[in-house]
């Protein structure tokens, strides 16, 4: 008679789009070598978004050689769809998506991972106040997104964007398919990468769930090509997007 496995206890979901830069630098080797030293059981899901470098050949060679590692291969979406796919494959009690960069190094987890002993239901990595080694434009944005985001959603919440969040795995699949920016495939670009976290818990907060935000060590560190934005375009779409939140809750279609 077969003895049932014990839950696997954490997912952690890697978005990668282009990632080539980061990967030749050894960044799934640092998640794997802290990883391994945990006691609790763990799994790493690199969800691929139709990279066009060889992000996706190096992040499949590194994944023959570590079992608890596995590769996704997804067309082109943008990262809420790439985040969306490894989710659903998620087997964890808790599932953490995370940056394939590192910005947030992979040890931060052990700040979050407590608060669910605490019956929180959404841990979110924070970057606070400070942006180490971002560029002044992206410190710009950042306060501009912040204080429109403040004045219609989230008043209560200081960093929406840092990309090192964790779920009870139930509740981010129930979440996820609410999305607006994921009713209809399309490529995911601008605000449809940058403000989906907002979205994501603003529908956590309307459903009632628990969230705290834990104070995060971060550096940017994102080295990767294909990525370069346009301040001006993406404050003013994501603010838009801020707005569109707002509405769609008046309309009542997070009901």
Known sequence: MKKNKAPL???????????????????????YDYLKKQKYSWEVIISDDGSIDKSREMAENFTKGHPNFKLLKNQHGGKPYAVWQG???AKGEIV?????????????????????????????????????????????????????RKLFL????VDTQCGFKAFKTTIAKELFPKLSVLKDFKQATG??????????????????????????????????TGKNKSFIKESRQMLEQIINVRKNDWQGRYE
């Open 87 to 89: 989710i659903k494959k």
């Open 9 to 31: 206890f954490l997912s952690i979901v890697i978005p990668c789009y282009n990632e080539e830069a980061n990967l030749k630098r050894g960044v799934l080797r640092q998640v």
């Open 154 to 157: 989230l008043p209560n919440i």
């Open 191 to 224: 605000w449809r990468v940058t403000a989906f976290d907002v979205e994501l818990l603003f529908l956590a907060q309307k459903k009632g769930y628990k969230i705290i935000e834990v104070l995060t060590k971060w550096r940017d560190e994102d080295i990767a």
């Open 96 to 148: 953490l998506f995370a940056d394939m960069d590192q910005s947030t190094p992979i040890n931060q987890v052990e700040r979050l991972l407590p608060f669910f002993n605490k019956n929180y239901d959404v841990v979110i990595g924070s970057r606070g106040w400070k942006r180490k080694g971002a560029p002044f434009y992206r410190q710009i944005a950042g306060w501009i997104f912040s204080n429109g």
